[in-house]
């Protein structure tokens, strides 16, 4: 071969190994969900068999915090999947839907009104969310032809402008897969706690017309329900809103409904769903854990009224909404089941019934009668107690790691990537314990419980005994 | 369009193809429309203005040949280098002229004169004037026969690598290869290859060293009155190194653009700051240009063939004129003036440094004696740098006054050198980024191989690695687009 033709083939070759280098740092840099812990439901219907899904939800937090698949498949076997994002838009919500449409066929989709109230997200972070999540298509270059309002397009349809300063926040799940996302179904089950709000305003509120820009997008949608033949209905999730967003709401609504579409204003019968502002709420506008499970069921009578739906459980090629509705139930029982307790004891009991949860205990200094008696049940003598050290707790064994000698260390893998360090610098030092090179020891003596869930690879909480 | 931009990712890619695709005959053709599409990407309207330079320097060209007498001759040449630098002078210069006017009439109490135009530069006017007018001087001393294809010719003056920012190409090399281009024009994987790994590595240049060094020597000059002598001292430095990297890297994309077509352009840039004097360096820096005064201004008037005197007149008014050339403000006549004292203070003291280093027994040859001469060097021009950076003349005296006001050596140790833009992680990469930088100027001076040669001499699997890791930094840590900020993400705020 002439030695032209070599450079040639050579050149090529180079071209194609940058190519695929390119191609490489791109699926490590480019945009995935930092803050929501890599969890994001885009990337669980990409890992998702086509044409398993029977229902669809679409729209802000407001819907992925209050509305919960796993609950629907564990009353009726429903197949849902919860594509809201937090400050999903106009744009976001019409893309995804398109591109849950190409490889799902959903008899029903519910689409939340709230995105009538605003145009992009303001945070840039959800404008990110919106518009970088999907995968580079056709679809994904016309979300932000059609709906982007910033001027610098060109740097999302590219998209490397924005994310190839990411090499300052990469971690393990940029190169690394997050297994959540090849099962869960896009609701957040973290979110259980209760914060008391406001009563939901109910009153009469003029509706103001409708705009042209929410008009355009509700025939968007509904010409997409005619091209793919599902049962569209809009729905506005339990928030609090003022009087101007129920105006811009009730004028969506009356076109909605003068389309001939359904419109299930969950704010108005937010009594009959039996949701309580004081209990049932995490913050001013979005349901907990507890109001999801009342409002999920409700709606699942709804569907059930309305359309004929298998019940899919059973069916080995819905695994993934099984798994789903186990993590549910792993984040209600590990959160709902951390109420105050009446003892001691009774904390210990609790402790020790935990599954899937590593469990680090360490004692430093003199601790109170209490915690020794603490320490006994967990298995820990009195004369270890005293001496001072670090346990781990797992799935009923107890696990010595180090004594309470100056010098003694240890290293603990937990999950994927996280290292716990364990060392005696002194006593009450920070630096005792190291989570990921972050220190957490408490540097008053006490017996310190740091709870690390190995089914959300993360340091759920942390409690003192004393 | 600029060079690290999208549009010229896309641009490029399409005029090469087309160029190797068309039949050879047609090619400069393609080349001049894909030119001036380059230049009216810009600004529309200043077409005109690259189209006047290139029809009175072509008609010079014509005319200077049948121009019966030498006077006749000059004529043709003092018309042709008149509308160009009136074209110059106005729009570069005018409002420069008009701002200096009022503050002279101000020192007296007379009203000021309102300035009845409002000129934009035109991108690259500087550069392609100097360029046409070089083609009149060259005609006019016999040295390039005159072009008579009009196309050609408007070829060579808007060819679109060098439009921007040069380099300032002579009518004996490129016009030469454009005349050339119907026979030699073939695709030749050599040029192709290097032309690229010349591109990336300008962009490596630009994008990760001066985009970078740019954020830390922004806050240095606009918050200099705060820093002591330490912070002013390496923002100087800091700003001899982004502009060398800029410019620099500007010039490699455009040297590895047009090789990528089969041009060879001049190299403008060797290693500069490797001079061991001020003379030295404006050998190796902007070469294009400082040549080009030395043949059209510096001899011309005379050179140092008119005695001492008369040399170092010649040097002033050379170094003025390109200092004025490098921007309409007097910072950079004062910077062009410091380079022109530099050279006649070096040349005076020359025969007092020889004594003196014989006297002291201090080998000349040694490396340190030469290594001391390149700090020195650097510490001159960095100085010099000074002026070229401020906004201002006030702004660089005020500059400099603090590089004697405060001495704090305490900052290199403190870590507040962190607190001007750059962070550790982002200080890392840059130091990293200059360590190739000073590795391939080294290899440049002392081995005289440059970068895209040392690469293609490697076997396959260190080039492949080597190509793709000045690729992926580029685009990995270059500076361009939107910083991406996680903390944006806030996860809550619905």
């Not at chain 1, 819907?63 to 106009?90: H, R």
């Not at chain 2, 040029?191 to 490596?204: C, D, E, Q």
Request: charged content about 20%; glycine content about 6%.
């Amino acid at each position: 071969m002439k030695k032209p033709d070599l450079k040639i083939i050579s050149t090529l070759l180079c071209m194609v190994l940058l190519v695929l280098s390119v191609i490489g740092t791109y699926n490590v840099l480019r945009w995935k969900d930092t803050e929501g812990e890599y969890i994001d439901s885009v990337e669980q219907l990409y890992n998702t068999a086509d044409n398993l899904t029977d229902v669809v939800f679409l729209g802000s937090s407001h819907v992925y915090c209050g509305i919960y698949p796993a609950v629907m498949w564990e009353l009726k076997g429903i197949a849902a999947f919860d594509m809201a994002v937090s400050g999903q838009d106009k744009g976001g919500t019409y893309h995804t839907l398109v591109e849950l449409l190409k490889t799902q066929s959903p008899k029903a989709v519910f689409v939340d009104l709230y995105q009538t109230v605003y145009d992009n997200g303001i945070i840039d972070g959800n404008i990110y969310r919106n518009y970088l999540s999907l995968r580079p298509s056709a679809n994904s270059v016309k979300q932000v032809k059609n709906y982007l309002l910033k001027e610098d397009k060109t740097s999302f349809y590219v998209r490397w402008p924005i994310i190839h300063t990411r090499y300052r926040e990469l971690g393990p799940y940029d190169f690394y897969d997050n297994e959540i996302n090849d099962y869960a179904r896009g609701a957040y089950y973290d979110n259980f706690q209760s914060h008391t709000c406001s009563e939901i305003n109910i009153n009469e509120v003029a509706s103001t017309p409708i705009e042209d820009k929410n008009l355009c997008w509700i025939n968007d949608i509904i010409e997409l329900s005619e091209r793919y033949d599902f049962e569209l209905n809009f729905m506005v999730v339990p928030f609090f809103m003022d009087d101007g967003t129920k105006a811009v709401i009730g004028g969506v609504k009356d076109y909605v409904k003068a389309c001939g579409y359904p419109v299930y204003d969950f704010n108005e019968s937010y009594r009959q769903i039996g949701i309580n502002c004081n209990e049932d709420f995490c913050d001013e506008t979005h349901l907990n854990g507890v109001g999801a499970a009342k409002l999920t069921t409700y709606i699942s009578e709804v569907i059930l009224k309305d359309y004929p739906l298998p019940d899919r459980r059973g069916d080995s090629a819905y695994y993934q909404w099984e798994e789903d509705y186990k993590l549910y139930l792993h984040n209600r029982d590990l959160i709902c089941s951390r109420d105050s307790f009446e003892s001691i004891e009774e904390y210990a009991e609790y402790v020790k019934g935990l599954v899937d949860c590593s469990i680090i205990v360490s004692i430093e200094g003199e601790v109170s009668d209490e915690a020794y008696s603490f320490a006994q049940i967990l298995g820990i003598g009195s004369a270890e107690t005293a001496q001072g050290g670090k346990w781990l707790y797992r799935n009923g064994e107890l696990t010595k790691l180090i004594g309470g000698n100056k010098g003694e260390q240890k290293l603990l893998k937990v999950g994927d990537f996280d290292t716990f360090y364990f060392r005696n610098i002194e006593q009450g030092s920070q630096y005792n314990i190291m989570f990921n090179k972050t220190p957490l020891n408490l540097t008053e003596p006490e017996i310190l419980l740091l709870f690390y869930d190995d089914v959300l690879k993360k340091i759920t909480f942390e409690s003192i005994v004393y | 369009m600029l060079f690290n931009s999208i549009s010229f990712l896309i641009f490029f890619p399409i005029v090469v193809l087309f160029y190797y695709l068309i039949p050879k005959k047609f090619r400069y053709i393609w080349l001049l429309i894909a030119s001036y599409y380059f230049y009216m990407s810009w600004n529309p309207r200043y077409v005109v203005l690259l189209l006047l330079s290139t029809i009175v320097t072509y008609l010079s060209g014509l005319f200077i040949p049948k121009a019966k007498t030498i006077s006749l001759k000059r004529l043709v040449v003092a018309l042709s280098f008149t509308i160009n630098l009136c074209m110059l002078g106005l729009f570069k210069y005018f409002d420069f002229f008009m701002a200096s006017l009022n503050r002279i009439l101000n020192a007296f109490h007379i009203t000021a004169v309102s300035n009845p135009f409002s000129f934009v530069l035109p991108v690259g006017i500087s550069f392609y004037v100097f360029q046409a007018l070089s083609y009149t001087m060259d005609v006019y001393r016999g040295e390039m026969e005159p072009e008579k294809n009009p196309v050609r010719y408007a070829l060579f003056v808007s060819f679109f690598p060098l439009l921007g920012a040069g380099p300032i190409e002579r009518s004996k090399n490129l016009l030469g290869q454009i005349k050339e281009m119907d026979e030699k024009s073939k695709f030749d994987i050599d040029n192709f290859r290097s032309g690229l790994i010349l591109m990336a590595y300008g962009l490596f240049q630009k994008m990760v060293i001066a985009d970078r060094v740019a954020i830390f020597t922004d806050e240095i000059f606009g918050n200099y009155f705060a820093c002591g002598t330490v912070e002013t001292l390496f923002g100087a430095f800091a700003f001899a190194l982004q502009i060398y990297c800029d410019f620099g890297g500007y010039s490699l994309i455009a040297i590895g653009a047009a090789r990528v077509m089969g041009f060879t352009l001049m190299e403008n840039f060797n290693a500069p700051y490797l001079a061991g004097s001020i003379a030295e360096f404006w050998r190796r820096w902007h070469i294009s240009l400082s040549t080009w005064f030395r043949d059209y201004l510096y001899i011309p008037l005379g050179g140092n063939r008119k005695g001492r005197l008369r040399k170092y007149l010649n040097l002033m008014i050379t170094f003025l004129v390109s200092g004025l050339w490098h921007g309409a403000n007097w910072s950079f006549v004062i910077w062009g003036g410091l380079h022109g004292v530099y050279q006649v203070v070096g040349d005076l003291l020359k025969p007092v440094k020889l004594k003196l280093t014989d006297a002291l027994r201090l080998d000349r040859e040694a490396f340190s004696f030469k290594f001391g001469q390149v700090i020195f060097t650097f510490l001159l021009t960095s100085f010099a740098w000074i002026f070229f950076k401020a906004e201002s003349v006030t702004q660089a005296f005020g500059y400099i006054g603090r590089l004697f006001t405060k001495w704090n050596p305490w900052v290199l140790f403190d870590e507040s050198l962190y607190n001007f833009g750059l962070d550790r992680y982002e200080s890392g990469i840059l130091i990293a980024a200059v360590f190739v930088l000073v590795i391939f100027d080294l290899l440049k001076a002392f081995k005289k191989i440059n970068l895209d040669e040392f690469i293609l001499r490697q076997n396959c699997i260190f080039r492949w690695i080597a190509i793709t890791a000045l690729v992926l930094s580029v685009i990995v840590y270059g500076k361009y687009g939107i910083d991406f900020d996680s903390s944006q993400f806030i996860y809550f705020a619905f």
